[in-house]
Nanobody, 122 residues
Framework: QVQLAESGGGLVRSGGSLTLSCTISGRTRSPYVMAWFRQPPAKDRAFVAAISRSGARTYYADSVKGRVTISRDNGANTVLLQINSLKPDDTAVYYC???????????????WGPGTQVTVSS
């Protein structure tokens, strides 16, 4: 069984920076396509960023493009999401996801972490 776990969330002031981590463990056969999603209070889960198996390709939602960097270290089985210039609208539960396809649709991802809370104050 593959398990994902996020860490690094917390309370940050507007304009600050934060880095989230996702650790993949369990019976992994090969690197997965990895992605980050977020769910603001009372809103649906939305795509944030994705990275290919090798890490050579990345894709970002328009809402975070220019402020976010997704990266991975396959040897360490970790994926990072760095967010700069944080805004109150970035407040959400952030989820790490793994799947077989380079997609923005949450339904295409097989494994999910429990999420980590990011709160950005005004």
């Amino acid at each position: 069984q593959v398990q994902l776990a996020e860490s690094g969330g917390g309370l940050v002031r507007s304009g600050g920076s934060l880095t989230l981590s996702c650790t993949i463990s369990g019976r992994t056969r090969s690197p997965y396509v990895m992605a980050w999603f977020r769910q603001p209070p009372a809103k649906d889960r939305a795509f944030v960023a994705a990275i290919s198996r090798s890490g050579a390709r990345t894709y970002y939602a328009d809402s975070v493009k220019g402020r976010v960097t997704i990266s991975r270290d396959n040897g360490a089985n970790t994926v990072l999401l760095q967010i700069n210039s944080l805004k109150p609208d970035d407040t959400a539960v952030y989820y790490c996801a793994a799947g077989d396809f380079y997609e923005t649709n949450a339904d295409e991802y097989t494994y999910w972490g429990p999420g980590t809370q990011v709160t950005v104050s005004s």
